[in-house]
């Protein structure tokens, strides 16, 4: 009778052992999957932000190409988006595309501002004219919807 009852006892303790084993590991498991599902969330933004960059550059390069930079057509200065829905839940992504000019100063870039001038003074044979572009996408933080993260590609492209 007294054998009975050491097994039954021992037979408890190795039951609420092995449950708190699987508990624990329920836990680790738990916790692993929320952070892969946070990097995989962040990473599938940041490639999202690099692929809206690289759009809006080569837009932004057509864009000059196309503008009259030494008539009545003005000088582009900026390319905005109000709101690039990619992903509705996030609030999407906004991108800013800032141009800068360098080139002579053989009217390439007359009706240019000068704050968008970098410099006149450089003259390649190929390319009378070079453009920096500097495209900022915005987007907001998974974690904290309230902040915004911003990924910034700059380009230079002769004209």
Same mark, same amino acid.
């Given at each position: ?8 006892a021992?037979?408890i ?12 590991v ?5 916790s ?19 692929l809206?960059?690289?759009s809006?550059t ?6 000059v ?5 030494n008539?009545?057509?003005g000088?582009?200065?900026t390319i905005?988006s ?12 906004q991108?800013r595309v ?5 080139g ?8 240019? @501002? ?5 410099t006149?003074?450089v003259t390649t044979t190929k390319s009378?004219?070079n453009?920096i ?5 915005q ?5 904290s @919807? ?14």
């Amino acid at each position: 009778m007294y054998v009975q009852r050491q097994r039954k006892a021992f037979s408890i303790l190795t039951a609420i052992f092995i449950m708190l084993i699987m508990a624990t590991v329920a836990v680790i498991i738990m916790s692993l999957s929320g952070k892969i599902t946070k990097e995989t969330t962040e990473q599938y933004q940041r490639e999202q932000a690099m692929l809206l960059a690289k759009s809006y550059t080569e837009y932004a390069i057509m864009a000059v190409m196309a503008n009259d930079r030494n008539g009545t057509g003005g000088c582009l200065q900026t390319i905005n988006s109000d709101n690039v829905i990619v992903n509705e839940s996030n609030g999407g992504y906004q991108v800013r595309v800032q141009i800068a000019y360098i080139g002579n100063g053989n009217g390439v870039v007359s009706s240019c @501002p000068t704050t968008t001038i970098l410099t006149d003074a450089v003259t390649t044979t190929k390319s009378a004219l070079n453009i920096i572009i500097d495209t900022y996408v915005q987007y907001h933080d998974f974690e904290s @919807p309230s902040q915004w993260r911003t990924y910034h590609k700059r380009t230079v492209q002769k004209i």
